[in-house]
């Protein structure tokens, strides 16, 4: 019997064929208890349905235990079970209703979860983005005993320099702060995924940020990575309405209106609009928590929501504000997924520890926008740790540009990889339609050029197998 801690901080994979449970795939290669084969039916779902977990995995007989999951297993046969759901932790029963609480209980599952990690760990590379959620985690460092070494990424094109908020954390910390820059030359799609990946989960922005923050971490000597991931998620970063529907339903009419207030505000437009929107939250579908994508496919896919990920499986009840928030912490499991740094120390994502999601979740979804600031609770429980420079501001960096440059740099080899590769070889991509836009499309304005990057990523995967 096994079970999976909710963050999914351990990886967990099994065979019922073969009897074994390991937390890296190589440990039971190594041993000669499993030869790899690639499982194709679930790479045509990964493709149609991308960056999700669904207990599968790319190699044949071979299942993930998902976070929060208890594994029975005999030779020949297994069953698991869901021991640990967010949804019990966003009932009404368990919510705060105070504003006081909640910032209290916030404060207090943050600080005392990074601590806890850190006087495990006792020697840190923190990774300071310049955002809110990495800098939180910072602020909670302070007065650890641990050794705290920070660095920072930064690329030769606009939208990602976020130095200036990193420097600031850093120098609260009394700790160096290592800058790295990105190459646009030196980015490469094809590459030796983590050896624990069993899934496609690396992109081209992952490998060249794994490696320039692993020569950070030998250069220092550090024990461990510290990441801010997940806590858009965790501390309920919603671009919807759905707040709005949230207080309407579980609160007051007054609730209601004062949280179309804070949306307008914080996204800047009319109180009419953040009202339309919730209207049509209010009265129309829900809608599916995940919607395959068929661009550049041969085939159509559209499997049942339930078949995906249990968490999926929403309550009757459930408001639409925390719906939104519990499928994208589903979709937060992956993220540790494609990080090879992982494979020489360990990486921790404190946000994303159980304490922390579960305080979270019980924080109602439009607590979070009071005075028109998202993530409000968390500004407000570190208020006076965060310089103010990053406790106001509004803007978030981006690394499209980076990445938009990389691919007009590439799209040609991209274009040759993918049609000359073995997705081609099985039927599984519209060839013909990736040689048009690839040809002759080097418009990054929008995002449609991602979906590249992520069918190279499967690629990719699919070749370091054999």
Known sequence: MVMRDPSGGADCVYSSERGFVVSDISLATDAGLYTKQIDWDFIRNTLAYP????????????????????????????????????????????????????????????????????????????????????????????????????????????????????????????????????????????????????????????????????????????????????????????????????????????????????????????????????????????????????????????????????WFSAPPAALPGDMERIFDLAGNQVFRDGIGRSSHRAFRMPLLSQPVMETCLKVPSWMWFANGRDRSIAREAFADRLPADIFHRRSKGTFMNYTGAVYRRNMHRMRDYLVNGRLAKHGLLDTDSLRKFLGSNPDTHGDSFMRIFDLCEVENWIRYQA
């Not at 009404?92 to 599952?109: G, T």
């Not at 009202?275 to 579908?285: D, I």
């Open 51 to 310: 960056h999700l977990k669904t207990g599968h995995t790319g190699l044949a007989g071979i299942h993930e235990l998902l976070p929060g999951q208890a594994l029975q297993l005999s030779l020949g046969s297994s069953m698991t079970r869901d021991v640990w759901t967010p949804w019990d932790f966003v009932s009404a029963s368990k919510r705060y209703n105070d504003r006081r609480d909640a910032l209290r209980a916030v404060r207090e599952a943050v600080r005392s979860t990074v601590r806890a990690w850190a006087d495990t760990d006792g020697s840190i590379l923190l990774e300071l983005s310049g955002g809110l959620d990495s800098s939180i985690v910072a602020a909670a460092l302070m007065g650890s005993r641990a050794d705290i070494t920070c660095c920072n990424l930064v690329t030769p094109v606009p939208g990602a320099d976020e130095r200036l908020y990193a420097e600031q954390m850093a120098a609260s910390l009394k700790s160096e702060l290592h800058v790295q820059e990105l190459s646009i030359d030196g980015a490469e799609f094809s590459f030796e995924p983590p050896p624990h990946a069993v899934t496609p989960s690396t992109w081209l922005l992952q490998h060249a940020s794994n490696e320039a923050k692993e020569w950070i971490g030998q250069q220092v000597g550090a024990r461990s990575y510290y990441s801010g991931g997940g806590g858009d998620t965790v501390f309920c970063f919603t671009k919807s309405a759905a707040p709005v529907v949230d207080a309407f339903n579980s609160r007051s009419f007054v609730c209601a209106l004062r949280t179309i207030r804070n949306l307008a505000e914080l996204h800047q437009c009319t109180v009419w609009k953040v009202t339309r929107l919730a209207a049509r939250k209010l009265l129309g579908p829900a809608k599916p928590p995940r919607t395959p994508d068929h661009a550049f496919l041969s085939f159509k896919s559209d499997l049942e929501i339930a078949a995906l990920h249990p």
